[in-house]
């Protein structure tokens, strides 16, 4: 009986084996180092609830990724479906334009035009006329495949990032089961150049200008860091890490010039993700079970800590009701808090601790 069940197991062993060698994968894999996890420990350890947590707009449409407050004192976000909508509290949302592709990280410039990293147009600068401008679809020859945060510095120069040239916004989710580093940071000048400053990000993301402009730092989700580009000084054109290890996926972050770079934690890391890291056959064998065995569902939190200019983590906020989960974006207006989600269908607020 019991050889009966060990036959059972190596036919089916050989079974999916050979699907390997006869079915096309979705991902080409390679293995991949994660960082330690330092969990709840150390300064994760202590944990502030985040304050009078409550939904704006509720209801305005799936996945506001970004907030920004414009001149106008208004305040704009942008949705899956396309559409750019502006709202301010006590008045519904309306639609200010649909630019047909998946507005992402979004800023108003000098000017007063609004500029918009479309995750499927590239940048893209809303005027205040209402009219819709291509700025950069591609560099050095090769188009974004998903554009996705930006800020733009005191000079006019727009920074952004290219979070992925495997994989379009509709499939992200395959950049984390695949494992390569293909994201791009990249700058957009007043005269029209675009340039590729960092490559081979693990999956680039949020962007944000320090103090100054003398650096920024970008998120990489998958691995769960934040690296440090110089554009000032003697270290300017160079890079490096800044923080090595976070307990969550960092999506996008802002600067508050008081000092303190607020990060997006859109889900704890996820440990069934980084135990395949180092199994990049394993992995592609799973893309050839059914979809159910590779699904990774984040666990509903909302999430986001402030870091100060040398990396230490000054605020570790969450909030565990479910009122607003998976935070993608932080930004700091006026005294409160603006969050974005791709997972909710509202704009979050809260209090600034």
Do not use: C
Request: a negative charge; hydrophobic letters at 40%; proline letters at 6%.
């Amino acid at each position: 009986m019991r050889s009966r069940w060990w036959l059972v197991l190596l036919l089916g062993v050989l079974l999916v084996l050979g699907l390997a060698g006869l079915l096309p994968a979705a991902i080409d894999p390679v293995a991949w180092q994660p960082g330690t996890n330092p969990g709840k420990t150390g300064e994760f350890a202590r944990v502030t609830t985040i304050a009078g947590l409550t939904k704006v707009v509720d209801g305005v449409g799936q996945g506001p990724e970004d907030v920004t407050k414009g001149p106008d004192g208004w305040f704009y976000t942008g949705l899956q479906d396309g559409r750019v909508v502006r709202f301010r509290e006590g008045e519904p949302a309306t639609t200010v334009i649909n630019t047909g592709g998946r507005p992402l990280g979004m800023e108003f410039d000098a000017r007063g035009d609004l500029i918009i990293a479309d995750a499927f147009r590239g940048l893209l600068a809303l005027g205040k006329d209402g009219g819709l401008r291509l700025l950069t679809e591609s560099a050095e020859g090769v188009k974004f495949l998903f554009t996705d945060d930006l800020d733009i510095a005191a000079d006019g120069t727009i920074w952004f990032t290219e979070a992925s040239q495997r994989f379009d916004e509709h499939r992200w989710v395959l950049d984390f089961w695949e494992g390569r580093a293909t994201g791009r940071l990249m700058s957009y000048s007043p005269s029209g150049e675009t340039r590729v400053h960092l490559r081979g990000l693990h999956f680039g993301n949020g962007v944000a200008l320090g103090p100054d402009d003398a650096f920024l730092l970008v998120n990489e989700t998958i691995p769960a860091r934040i690296r440090r580009y110089w554009l000032k000084g003697p270290k300017a054109g160079t890079s490096e890490l800044f923080i090595t290890a976070l307990p969550g996926h960092p999506d996008n972050l802002s600067y508050n010039e008081n000092g303190t770079f607020w990060v997006a934690l859109a889900a704890p890391r996820l440990a069934v993700l980084e135990g395949l890291a180092g199994w990049p056959l394993a992995r592609k064998l799973l893309f050839r079970l059914p979809e159910t065995w590779r699904q990774l569902k984040p666990e509903p939190l909302a999430w986001t800590i402030g870091v100060d200019v040398d990396g230490r983590i000054v605020h570790n906020l969450q909030d565990v009701s479910g009122a607003y989960t998976n935070i993608t974006s932080v930004n700091e207006y006026d005294g409160r808090l603006w969050f974005g989600s791709i997972y909710m269908s509202s704009v979050g607020r809260a209090g600034v601790p």
